[in-house]
Nanobody, 122 residues
Framework: QVQLLESGGGLVQAGGSLRLSCVLSGGTFSRFLMAWFRQAPGEEREFVAGINRSGDNTYSPDSSTGRFTISRDNTKSTLYLQMVNLKPEDTAVYYC???????????????WGQGTQVTVSA
């Protein structure tokens, strides 16, 4: 079955950068729309950025635009999230997710990774 494995999280100071990776196995990566979500303690899981199958179209809420860049490498079955100028409020567990349909809601994605912790210190 489809499995997603994130990596790249860690502790970083405010203003720093991180690049998250997510490898998909058990399926054909290029068939999936991919996305990143995050969940802070006590908060609902929220959409961070999404990307289409070919990687030539990305979409994200205003809060992510300019600091977070989603990309994919279909030859490596890998999804990326480049994060720059990180802020303490970006602290959360970051999840990658996959779908074959459409939408940006949590319920639209049947496949999830286990998450990777990102902690931004002030």
């Amino acid at each position: 079955q489809v499995q997603l494995l994130e990596s790249g999280g860690g502790l970083v100071q405010a203003g720093g950068s991180l690049r998250l990776s997510c490898v998909l196995s058990g399926g054909t990566f290029s068939r999936f729309l991919m996305a990143w979500f995050r969940q802070a303690p006590g908060e609902e899981r929220e959409f961070v950025a999404g990307i289409n199958r070919s990687g030539d179209n990305t979409y994200s809420p205003d809060s992510s635009t300019g600091r977070f860049t989603i990309s994919r490498d279909n030859t490596k079955s890998t999804l990326y999230l480049q994060m720059v100028n990180l802020k303490p409020e970006d602290t959360a567990v970051y999840y990658c997710a996959a779908q074959t349909t459409d939408g940006t809601r949590v319920m639209d994605f049947p496949y999830w990774g286990q998450g990777t912790q990102v902690t931004v210190s002030a």
